[in-house]
């Protein structure tokens, strides 16, 4: 029989920190045109995702992360059978973090040897490594450095079975992972469910994000002969596959810039995916019917590209991320740094599906070891190796036994578990007992466990109004926390404040994130002003600097920024975003002048450090800019994916040199010139665009 068991994981882990207490506004956006809706879809009535852009709140941003790691033991739940053994880390999005095959000691997934959060999530910090669960909105998902709900479930038999899930507070639904190794299965099956509980569609977004071993003749077979390629430089094209410009695509290490291959699989063929080493071995993974969508996404070779994956692992230059397991086993090549193979609801990541009123959606995932002849998936016949393909993921996983297990598994969905191994966040719970009080149905089945033991001093103050009518006011010194957009708390503050002994700063302060959220500029910035007028904070003032910023009015959005700044002098994210209001509003020497006032812990940071080489720039004091890009003093922990910001800076501040130097403009002969004769330092390089 499968056995469950919590243990530990210990590895060298940065902290994460604590949330950023700013609530991230986006700028205002008009509807989307029939046109935008349209642009770059795939899949027959899916929805733009480029045009539904929903901003990350109700979530807080995870920045306050570093590069100093220290051994740290990790929460580990273990699963395993006679062929298999499954280790997921509930603390960090119940991801699957390990999946050895026990005869052969092979790891078949890519392990990071760290937690180092980078910025690459939807609220910042993400992790490489394992399998990730991404639901709700587009891109890595805002539990992806969160713990989640573990809990343990018997089948009809006795079986143990995984159970994995969350409330995710954008679509307001829950996601259910029930994740099983049944007596002799070679395959890990994953049984996802998604239950819409509104009376109205929502768009709906799932990928499992699968990272695995990468080498030289690492190739990743799929049922297609075309895929969407996008890079990054914004384009998205259909093209045939594997060879594409003379270079057969099928081998990721084969490829200089970072690109996602969305495979065009059939509708009528059964969605697969692999990654297969030297000798013919690797992973495998199939489903049901309804996820559909297949894509490989590789970093590329260079020098950005490898960058990012020295970045994520916590690596120096000159080195890869190892792969242990991959390692371990004989015969296979050392694996340099890992790809991924994914697995959506789309065909592609740049769409939502249209989920309906109270639909219920369900799958089955499977995970094994993909074992085929090296000569015939290696061969150059691209019809010939998936056809390869397909027999061993059908000798791996035959479609009759998914569907059966299929079954099985939605039975097991709906029984409640027998233990609670991991708490996730109080959300769910306040949910719960919101709609208890509305008299509205449940989001969820009564399998599913929210205990009020996980309401915690985020959802604190939103109980307080729910049960007294009355959100409390705390300090205005203290970081808010808890943020909401959603329409009936919305309703529930406003009814509130219509007793004058109910205003208080902090009330009108959640109010105007909500009217903001949900594009009420003016009332939005109307009940700041009058936070402000019942208790000055640095909050409110921070958020109007934004209204004022995203409204063009640059300099009194500097002029806001600071006021702010005064008053919570110790806060960093505050100190970055006033920075750059200043260098925005060509006050440069002021955010100079202003850095000597910082505390130590901020002035070293890696945001602030690139803000003063910046303004040093501006200013025209080259000798100053120099100085900090020379001596390597710009680490910045949450560079994001796809930034440039260090590479321009080292660009600016060579063209900006030359020109004073031979007394000439700044034209784009002399900015081809400089990306010719003074390339970028390798530690500062993370561009990903190439061919």
């Known amino acids: 029989m499968a056995e469950l068991s919590v243990g530990v994981w210990t590895m060298p882990s940065a902290v994460l920190g604590p949330d950023n207490p700013l609530p991230p506004l986006q700028p205002p956006r008009p509807a989307p045109s029939p046109q935008e809706l349209a642009r770059n879809v795939a899949t027959p009535g899916a929805i733009n995702t480029l045009a539904l852009r929903t901003g990350v709140l109700p979530y807080a941003m995870q920045d306050n992360y570093d590069r100093r790691r220290r051994?740290?033991?990790?929460?580990?739940?273990?699963?395993?059978?006679?062929?298999?053994?499954?280790?997921?880390?509930?603390?960090?999005?119940?991801?699957?973090?390990?999946?050895?095959?026990?005869?052969?000691?092979?790891?078949?997934?890519?392990?990071?040897?760290?937690?180092?959060?980078?910025?690459?999530?939807?609220?910042?910090?993400?992790?490489?490594?394992?399998?990730?669960?991404?639901?709700?909105?587009?891109?890595?998902?805002?539990?992806?450095?969160?713990?989640?709900?573990?809990?343990?479930?018997?089948?009809?038999?006795?079986?143990?079975?995984?159970?994995?899930?969350?409330?995710?507070?954008?679509?307001?639904?829950?996601?259910?992972?029930?994740?099983?190794?049944?007596?002799?299965?070679?395959c890990l099956l994953v049984h996802v469910t998604l239950v819409n509980p509104h009376d109205h569609e929502i768009p709906m977004y799932w990928w499992s994000n699968i990272?695995?071993?990468?080498?030289?003749?690492?190739?990743?077979?799929?049922?297609?002969?075309?895929?969407?390629?996008?890079?990054?430089?914004?384009?998205?094209?259909?093209?045939?596959?594997?060879?594409?410009?003379?270079s057969d695509v099928s081998?990721?290490?084969?490829?200089?810039?970072?690109?996602?291959?969305?495979?065009?699989?059939?509708?009528?063929?059964r969605p697969w995916i692999a990654a297969v080493g030297a000798d013919g071995l690797g992973l495998g993974q199939s489903s049901t019917a309804l996820l559909r969508g297949r894509k490989c996404f590789l970093w590329g070779q260079g020098t950005g590209g490898r960058n990012w994956q020295r970045f994520l692992s916590g690596l120096s230059e000159g080195h890869m991320p190892p792969t242990t397991g991959a390692a371990r086993a004989a015969g296979c090549e050392a694996a340099e740094g890992y790809i991924e193979i994914q697995a959506g609801l789309g065909r592609t990541q740049n769409e939502y599906l249209r989920m309906p009123a109270h639909a219920r959606w369900s799958w089955t995932e499977t995970y094994g070891l993909f074992q085929a002849n090296a000569a015939n998936v290696h061969g150059a016949d691209w019809s010939a190796a998936r056809r390869e393909g397909a027999?061993?993921?059908?000798?791996?996983?035959?479609?009759?036994?998914?569907?059966?297990?299929?079954?099985?598994?939605?039975?097991?969905?709906?029984?409640?578990?027998?233990?609670l191994l991991c708490r996730g966040a109080g959300w769910g719970a306040l949910e719960r007992r919101r709609r208890q009080r509305a008299g509205q149905p449940p989001f969820c089945g009564s399998h599913l466990d929210f205990p009020d033991d996980t309401l915690g001093s985020a959802q604190a103050p939103w109980l307080a109004l729910l049960e007294s009518g009355r959100l409390p006011a705390g300090n205005a010194d203290e970081p808010p926390a808890g943020f909401m957009i959603d329409e009936p708390w919305r309703i529930l503050l406003e009814h509130s404040l219509t007793q004058p002994a109910h205003d208080n700063w902090l009330a009108r302060l959640h109010l105007g994130v909500m009217h903001y959220h949900a594009g009420r500029i003016e009332p939005a910035a109307q009940a700041w002003r009058r936070s402000l007028e019942l208790v000055p904070s640095a909050w409110a003032m921070r958020n109007l600097a934004v209204v004022a910023e995203h409204e063009g009015r640059m300099a009194e959005a500097a002029d806001l920024y600071l006021q702010a700044r005064a008053l919570r002098p110790d806060v960093r994210p505050l100190a970055v975003e006033c920075g750059r209001a200043l260098i925005a509003a060509g006050r440069a020497e002021q955010w100079l002048a202003l850095l000597d006032e910082l505390p130590r812990s901020i002035r070293q940071a890696g945001r602030i450090?690139?803000?003063?080489?910046?303004?040093?720039?501006?200013?025209?004091?080259?000798?100053?800019?120099?100085?900090?890009?020379?001596?390597?003093?710009?680490?910045?922990?949450?560079?994001?994916?796809g930034e440039v910001s260090l590479s321009e800076l080292w660009f600016s501040l060579h063209e900006r040199k030359c020109a004073r130097r031979e007394n000439r403009p700044i034209d784009d002969a002399l900015r081809a010139r400089v990306r010719r004769e003074f390339p970028v330092p390798p530690a500062m390089d993370f561009r990903m665009r190439g061919t």
């Open 251 to 269: 081998y990721p290490m084969r490829q200089t810039g970072s690109t996602d291959y969305f495979y065009h699989i059939f509708d009528r063929r």
């Open 211 to 246: 990272a695995v071993p990468q080498t030289p003749a690492t190739r990743v077979l799929a049922p297609a002969r075309r895929a969407w390629r996008h890079n990054y430089e914004g384009q998205l094209a259909l093209v045939n596959i594997p060879y594409l410009n003379g």
């Open 391 to 419: 027999r061993q993921i059908e000798n791996l996983a035959p479609a009759v036994w998914l569907d059966q297990e299929h079954q099985k598994l939605e039975a097991v969905s709906q029984r409640p578990s027998t233990e």
């Open 71 to 186: 051994p740290h033991d990790w929460q580990a739940i273990l699963l395993e059978n006679e062929t298999l053994r499954a280790m997921v880390l509930p603390k960090l999005n119940g991801r699957l973090w390990s999946l050895v095959h026990k005869p052969t000691g092979r790891e078949l997934l890519y392990v990071n040897p760290v937690f180092q959060p980078c910025n690459l999530a939807v609220r910042n910090a993400w992790i490489s490594g394992g399998v990730e669960w991404n639901c709700g909105i587009r891109g890595h998902t805002p539990f992806t450095c969160s713990p989640v709900f573990a809990a343990k479930v018997l089948d009809r038999r006795g079986q143990p079975v995984l159970r994995l899930y969350e409330y995710e507070r954008i679509r307001g639904l829950v996601w259910q992972l029930d994740i099983s190794l049944p007596d002799g299965s070679p």
């Open 609 to 641: 450090v690139a803000l003063e080489a910046r303004a040093a720039m501006e200013t025209g004091d080259l000798d100053r800019a120099e100085r900090i890009l020379a001596d390597g003093l710009v680490v910045v922990p949450d560079m994001r994916e």
